[in-house]
């Protein structure tokens, strides 16, 4: 129930095109999904992130697609340039029992946007 | 400049010789936490403190200890390294209780 799936694993896109990247989850609990993106020789950076409450989000050329009746979200990279090849990870956050905010996170999807 | 800073970035080691690696950052953030990164995997969390003298568990935290006796310092320790703790390590802050995450850039570790 605390799983979040991503998919996919790995993705190939020429300069221009929009790659697309999936996560599922299970927990309706979750209330905060954040897309994070990773250089190669980096750590992980927030990009852009989307409450429960809107469907849809964009900041840029990024842009999370919600949908809470299927309890899945995406990202949406418009017109990609071979400077977004990088490793992404989507993550759900919910509060914990402890009172600490959890973060779970997708298993990651490494893309290369060809130019 | 804010950030997280991770030392060593590079290590490589031999099973069951004790190292440690530091994490520090100038954010005044209250939480800080460890990942590793291994292929397809994702990140998993090994440890993380909400705030000075108290640390939890993560989802993977057999063979790391932490520490956490200055709000900025939150080193992890490999008491008795293995191979199968050859893995990125990560060390992140944040502000506040937030899904926000400010990572290192990260500390590559390999034990033979």
């Known amino acids: 129930q605390q799983q979040v799936k991503q998919s996919p694993q790995s993705l190939i896109v020429q300069k221009g095109g929009i790659p697309i990247i999936n996560c599922a989850y299970e927990?309706?609990?979750?209330?905060?999904f954040p897309w994070y993106q990773q250089f190669p020789g980096k750590g992980p950076a927030l990009l852009i992130a989307?409450?429960?409450d809107v469907s849809e989000k964009k900041e840029g050329r990024f842009t999370i697609s919600f949908n809470k009746s299927a309890k899945q979200f995406s990202l949406h990279i418009m017109d990609s340039q071979p400077g977004d090849s990088a490793t992404y990870f989507c993550?759900?956050?919910?509060?914990?029992?402890?009172?600490?905010?959890?973060?779970?996170w997708g298993a990651g999807t490494k893309l290369i946007i060809k130019p | 400049e804010a950030q997280v800073t991770q030392n060593p970035r590079y290590l490589i080691t031999v099973t069951g010789k004790k190292l440690t690696v530091t994490c520090s950052q100038n954010?005044?953030?209250?939480?800080m936490s460890w990942y590793r990164q291994d292929p397809g995997l994702g990140l998993r969390q090994i440890y993380y403190?909400?705030?000075?003298?108290?640390?939890d568990k993560g989802d993977v935290p057999e063979g790391y200890k932490v520490s956490r006796k200055e709000k900025r310092n939150f080193p992890l320790i490999l008491e008795s390294p293995s191979p199968n703790q050859t893995s990125l390590y990560f060390c992140a802050s944040r502000p506040g209780n937030t899904g926000e995450l400010f990572f290192g850039e990260g500390s590559r570790l390999t034990v033979l």
């Open positions: 954010m005044n953030h209250e939480y």
């Open positions: 403190s909400m705030n000075v003298e108290v640390t």
């Open positions: 993550a759900a956050g919910v509060l914990g029992m402890d009172s600490n905010y959890q973060l779970i």
């Open positions: 927990n309706t609990a979750f209330d905060y």
């Open positions: 989307i409450r429960p």
